[in-house]
């Protein structure tokens, strides 16, 4: 532990001192301009169609202000003018202006008349930041796994050591007892040999004993048996390889995405179904990468940036031609939670209208790197919620002559699933 | 109780001698199970080297392995859509409103679908212009998923692509048009506004076009009759609801009669209301489910049919005629007529003769009556075929005049009678393509074989009745490559619009007014004249009192004018569009403009007197029908509807040929039960001017007229099918100049054929009192207890009522508290039309077992229909019809009373768990797998059902059904649950059972569950109606009605209290939760 947290001592420092070095030389390309205010402008208002260093809708923006200057010639007045109002630069008949518009489509830039100078110049200095340089985090991800190796090690030393000891005591008290019966031998006294009974075969003899043990046995048996059986077709902890690498982790727990943004037909349908392709790409059209910070020990920006090419291919989108090819391949995702066919079980009775929370049968998906099955979706698991959950019957004008009469039925004011019906055959097997 | 009536359920039960009977009451099993063939052979028990405790070994040995194979769970993948669809939310369903319009069956509906996969039809409640989905269109959802169909373009043996088909089609026609031949487009009934205006630019493009519609089962005589009356190609329309006196000659209204749909309206008139029903009096030789459902039925040869007809005429309308009929159909005759004329505009008459002068007798007596249930001025435009223009292409084709055949819809090959002269006739063809879903007869032997989409991957409108028009869209992505007729014909025609817009243009500039087409498609139905004003319109919003008189001016018109078209009565279909009709009908109308010129009246009994004339018979008649379950047969690879027991005869899977049990008598036929309960039956051979069906089985039929038989269509396909779906015989090729009567003779053949009829399983074991019915006059006069009381038991000696709960032997839970379901079936609006039994097959993922399971009494219907057939062969029944029939008739009275199965009453009932509140079959269960929910549905919990089959012995409905097998991904079962194609029409909300489970109907709980989910979630109470089961749903006739019975204000509990209301069996005491509603005929003679 000790390690572990002097290492991220270290790496603390270390991005401390590059973001101090990178503030340091951005004020000296940027005379007038704040990146840190411009950072926040660009993503206000840029972020959805540029990226610093990579051609989305619009061209990669990093260090435009020397490129146009350098290449074309333009000055600040040019970008200021054409962030304004671009198509009207474009109909002055301004030729790099019109070049530009012609090499992305025809589409004109949203023009943004409200930023000031400033703001404009903010921008710039924030695109004039040079990159930052991943290096750092893979040499501590080094340092990391090191770690975890050595503590692998010590554990196994130490369990090593104490084996030894038994081993070392083992022997030395063969060596006393044989060393003890030298010494009786050499002063003559004599051992009487009792003629007892191996203790095995005083054991058989003992029916008693033989039965009862036998009982134990077999009861044992039996128990671990049943439990065996019992565990056949349940999958808890199910956690298969999925073809995409998709991290639950990341998008509910880190982003904070509501479950059923993706998963929107667990409100109005039986199944919660898996979010089709559209769907992901409403973000990662513009989310090609992962942060610096998403990565993980385990994980690689690499890696994850990887599945998100995954992602492109199987949805048919170009990044470089930031467009869809219209060549698709479907992805085969395996199915981690499965209800025997004769088991009908509807989301939407439970999302909508019981208002249960995902993670009561899910678990928490938002920490889970990897899906598992968290449940173990047996029947007497459903049954058990069944006999303990409150339906919730406020403000639905469909319970409202049922609760009446049920809670005067039974004496009870929360009326359980049970209560209501919720362990009949017939509901949940059709 | 209720009557001194025997009820019985076969022929064979009639026979006092027979020992089956016998037998059946007092065992399971007409024989005893042969167990001795496989354990009395001792040689062959000791020379097996398998020892038992070998046997012992292996079956140890497998359950250990089969236990530890189950340890390992399987890896399930998840596929998400990688672009959700916006309206598309997994596990929740979409309805989609769209129209069935396949030449034969013409309905609106609503289609459910479960991610994007269509897995149910369902009534769509705004349609007014036709009755509820019948069977055949609740089965239709299946047909998407057949794995016969066609899945691609076809030219010869291999496939094209449809760029190479549509360019050397257009090529082939462009060269054909300048050569002058003619190109012929042969046609189901589309009835299509948009289709019709798309073939006049076909017209345009290519000249010599000939646009020739061919219905398989042609009403086409219906048709020239209504058209030379009232200068329109159309059908009358009935609205039966409106009728007192509903007089039937030959017409099979219930069924498919003038393109069906006439059920739901005949129903209402038929539940007894303020002491008034409906009276139906049915002159018919088959027995069929009209004649089944009448309060009289007369069954007589269809040549005194057309007597009969004429004498009505001469009764109601005046004139005389002489006919040469027995007394007492005579007799009958009379009183039908003066209780028609006593009904004045309340009575109705129909008919279904195939022959113009008795459709011109009806219409006549429709204009006389001033019937308000007779409606000329909305006619049904679902049929327009015309049987000349048919064989006017025949002859055509073999002469070499028509260059290009191009068919849609129709399968002549199998449906013509001279179907070796059409093929000959496709032979001379330059070009021949064939619009059809599958490689059937006729797709098989031309040059190109177009697949075409099911009618729900297509778009689509059609005009059900004149004003009246339903959309049709595709309510899954096309599963094939396919493309419909429509989207083929804008291609070679050269437009690049699809048939989408196509329809959108025509509905925007014709038909839709001020409404929205999006508007008109969220509906599915749009009627005109209720949104836009105009004179062209008003004579479709008429009321019908006005409407006879409207039309006799129309019709001065025309004569004065000349004019075939009066603009003013012409509404959505634009002149171009409807000359095609009449030049394909051409011929046709000249022959009957004789009858136009004359008086009314003269007009009437001309006809009649023709039709006395035409009124010749020799030998045997014969009726061909269309059976409820198969229709034309072009869902023949359906095996819900193979499977689909047959509402009269109960049979599965066959067609056959019904013949009365006199006329069997003396040509030698027979029907026997076997050990198995299975029903056999002698062959016959049938021949007509020479052509002979071989072997067509027989079925004894009570209520078929002597010196008559039947045989119904849509069987004997041999292309196209799965093997075990090829059942039955071709009845078309008796089908001569499109006549539904023949004469025949019957000559028996050897052999026997196996049926497989559910008509004998589950015997009543000795209990009657299942159907309850009175006559309307016992109703309206006496105390509920004289016609339907409640049965008592004795308690210490003393009668008590068993609702009474002293002789409860069970505790009564408290029920008062939240839902508690019932279903009511009223025995009076029940036609049997079967449309639940198949809506609960799709619900419920029931499975299809097959012939030979059906006849081992394994069928899985979760709701069957059944019949009982009734006659007044008590003492006192006996007596008072001696004692009513007077003069000569008395001889035919004596010689019917002597058979009750000459022509016995029938009843339907539809029987399905009864959810008993104290259920035998509950208490039976060792394994505690049934179980019963406060809501009053009966549980079946099928993971805890280990088969001991304790629940099917204890319950006294025989309503439980056990998997003998494994009806899904079995080889052993192909029909639809073998293959992923058919699998996909699976509810995903019902499981599919496995082998060795006791299944029922669980009251489709999945249903209620949701409807009361959804009020959960939107936080309000649940609403009457709103509570609906797959059957009560599907019924169209309000037969069925189900809901709540603690709102007190509800249908159904109102019901419960109604005095018509018992329960089954209820003697026994198990409280069920359907109600049935006593059965009222109105006996009520002039």
Redesign the interface.
Known sequence: MKQVSNRKLGRNILTLSIIFILTLSTTIFAQDGDAEKGKSLFNTNCAACHSLDKKMTGPALRHIEQRLADDQGLGIEWIAAWIRNSSGVIKSGDAYANKIFDEYGGAAMTAFPQLSDEDISNILAYTAEESKAPAPVVGATGAVAGATSDSGISNKVILGALALLFALLAIALVLVRSTLNRFAEAKGVEIQETNRLPIWKAFVKNQFLVLVSVIFLLLASGYFLYGYMMQ??I?QGYQ?VQPIHYSHKIHAGDNGIDCKYCHS?AR????S???????CMNCHKSIYEVAETTATEEYSKEFYDGEIQKLYA???WSDADQKYTGE?Q??????IH?L?????F?H??HV??GGIECQTCHGPVEEMEIVSQFAPLTMGWCINCHRDTNVKVE????????HE??SK?YGVDKLTAAQ??GL????C?? | MSSNKKYWKSVEELNENSSIVETLQQNEFVKEIPTDEFLGNKNSLESSKTTRRDFLKYVGFSTAAASLAACEGPVIKSIPYVVQPEVIIPGVANYYATTIADGFDFASVLVKTREGRPIKIENNTMASATGGANARVNASVLGLYDSLRMQGPVKGEGYVSWEDLNSEVSLKLTELSASGKQIVLLTQTFASPSTSRLIGDFKQKFGNVNHVVYDAISESESLDAFEAKYNERGLANYDFSKAEVIVSVGADFLSDWQGGGFDSGYAVGRIPAKGKMSRHIQFESNMSLTGANADKRVPLTPSQQKLVLAKLYSEVVGGSVSVDLPAHILEAVSKAASQLKSAGSKGVAVTGIQDMNAQTVVLEINEYLNSKAFDASTPIKTRQGSDKAVNTLIADMNAGKVGAIIMSGVNPLYTLPNASAFAEGLAQTDLSVTFSLKADETSTQTQYIAAAPHYLESWGDVEIKKGHFALMQPTIRPLFDTMQFQDALLVWTGNDISYHDYIKQTWNDSILGSTSFSQALHDGVFVKGTTSVGGSNTVSTETVETSSSVLKEKKDRTLVGGIIHDAAVGVGIKDEDKDEYVTSTSSSTTTTTGNLSGVSVATGISAAKALIGSATSEGMELTLYSKVGMGDGQQANNPWLQEFPDPITRTTWDNYLTVSKADAEALGLKNEHVANGGLDGSYANVTVNGVTVENVPVIIQPGQAKGSVGLSFGYGRKAGLKNEMKTGVNAYVLYQDFNTVQNVSVAAASGMHEFASVQLHNTLMGRGDIIRETTLEIFNTKEQSAWNAVPVVSLNHVETPVTSPDVDLWDEFDRSIGHHFNLSVDLNACTGCGACVIACHAENNVPVVGKEEVRKSRDMHWLRIDRYYSSEDTFAGDNTKKDDTKGLAIIDALEEMESAAANPQVAFQPVMCQHCNHAPCETVCPVAATSHGRQGQNHMAYNRCVGTRYCANNCPYKVRRFNWFLYNENDEFDYYMNDDLGRMVLNPDVVVRSRGVMEKCSMCIQKTQKTILDAKRDGREIKDGEFQTACSSACGNGAMVFGDINDKESKVAKLLVDNRMYHLLEHVGTKPNVQYHTKVRNTTEA
């Open positions: 056949v077709g999958d298969p037909s109005v349908s039986k199944t179904g898996i979010p089709s392709l559209n769907v199987a949805a048919g698709t479907p992805v085969k995702w395996v199915r499965n025997p066919d004769f088991a009908y509807n939407s009775q909508t209208v403000d639905n004008a469909y319970y409202t002559k049922i009469e049920l039925k209501m019906g009949e055959c017939g509901k097997h059709y």
